[in-house]
């Protein structure tokens, strides 16, 4: 896709073509930081989360962090993060401090329960620790000399990954697809759910 070359900055994100041509370059980037070839780069300062789980604890911080207005969560309209919102959040949680909350992560809420950032804030603890004992129930199967080709329940456990299926999936376009305009933390909970499968 050239166009994930052309995205570079979340100030650029206009649409959701736009979002996944900038998922795409943090992809890329993520995959650079990750490679370990230059520690000094400013590449690397800019992903002090390298891991799904360490992404996604970050933006548990995040979200937190609005309702006691220490963060910004870069709304384009009162409720509605929009793309370029959503862009402004990713790009803000590659060096968040995580912030490991396993009372938010045990509320079961599910993706079309997601209304507000407090929603998605849960949503977001809860996939968190799904992505964890997922790698440590395939992590025992192996350790049990069992086949664990096909992995557990997420399609990527490296954090470039996801990120490159999430550009694919929001790039792509199908009926499930208009779920996603306009941009609100319901749709964000659906991109995160299909990411998390998506091949």
Known sequence: MSASRSIESWQQVKSRQGFAAYLSFLAVECGQACSGQDAESPTVSRWTNRTIDGLLWGWVRLLGGHFDGTDLLHEEAPDRPGWQGLAYQLDTVRTASPS???????????????????????????????????QEECQAKIDRGQWAGDGGSWAH???????????????????????????????????????????
């Open 157 to 199: 456990s490296n954090l470039c990954d996801w990120l490159d299926a999430w550009a694919a999936w929001v790039g792509a376009n199908s009926p499930r697809h208009a779920q996603l305009e306009p941009v609100t933390w319901r749709s964000i909970a659906l991109q995160l759910s299909v990411a998390r499968i998506y091949e």
């Open 100 to 134: 490991f909350n396993f009372v938010l992560a045990d509320s079961g809420i599910e993706p079309d329960e997601v209304d507000t950032p407090r929603d998605l804030q849960r949503y977001v603890a809860t996939l968190a620790t799904d992505f964890v004992r997922d």
